[in-house]
């Protein structure tokens, strides 16, 4: 058995999200995010929303903001943007995974945000480069607690939006995400061996605006959850 004295230094600890109602501890292994899953974002973007095969990005799994943390304003950028998502919490995994047994393997849901240096995204755009430095950074992706799907089941409606400073920037419906859930999950797991810790980031509605220091972010999805996190 590995012990800490095997390691040429400490590791650094599993990130975790806590679990609603108990005090358990979901180990985040990655963290997959879908791109341009609302069609309304998909042309506030610029993009032509008619479906196509879904594209996805990662951020490191030390990302994850759990509830009551902050989100420190990244270096190197001046144009910081808020995405409100479903957070769907993988429990099993797999390769090839039927779309009709894709909900099998959810643990359970929450609500998170994928904060996005735009600027940063826009040159990688131009130039045609890997998103990390944009979508991959510290902090990047505040989550609040999961609730289990034994609970909450698996839901497939519900306004999705957030405010900053109680002022409404982004508001839309699950019903209204192209790639529904068990079909990211499919088309996902054949590309990728999924495995047990595995958190997919759902995409986002129209909306996504920049943030400042100092700005309170809320989100929800209604009979979901709901996230405050500070810009600090």
Not at 88 to 100: F, H, Q, R, Y
Request: aromatic share 8%; with cysteine.
């Amino acid at each position: 058995m590995t012990k800490l004295a095997d390691y040429v230094f400490t590791p650094e600890p599993t990130p975790t999200i806590p679990v609603a109602g108990s005090d358990k501890l979901f180990p985040v292994r990655r963290i997959y995010c879908v791109g341009r899953n609302f069609a309304e974002h998909a042309i506030e973007m610029g993009h032509d929303p008619d479906k196509e095969p879904p594209f996805f990005f990662q951020k490191n799994s030390d990302a994850i903001v759990p509830p009551g943390g902050d989100f420190p304003y990244p270096t190197e950028s001046s144009d910081v943007h808020h995405e409100i998502e479903l957070v769907v919490a993988l429990d099993k995994g797999g390769t090839n995974i039927p779309v009709e047994h894709a909900l099998d393997h959810v643990f359970g849901y929450g609500v998170g945000l994928d904060m996005t240096r735009r600027d940063l995204q826009a040159v990688s755009k131009k130039m045609g480069r890997p998103w990390e430095t944009a979508k991959s950074f510290e902090a990047s992706a505040p989550c609040s607690a999961l609730i289990p799907a034994s609970e909450l089941g698996h839901p497939t409606t519900g306004a999705i939006e957030v405010e900053v400073n109680g002022q409404t920037r982004q508001t839309g419906d699950l019903n209204q995400m192209i790639w529904k859930v068990p079909e990211m999950i499919a088309y996902l797991s054949r590309l990728f061996e999924l495995r047990p810790g595995d958190v997919i980031f759902a995409g986002t509605p129209a909306g996504v605006s920049a943030v400042e220091r100092g700005d309170l972010i809320t989100g929800r999805v209604a009979g979901v959850a709901e996230i405050a996190v500070k810009v600090v």
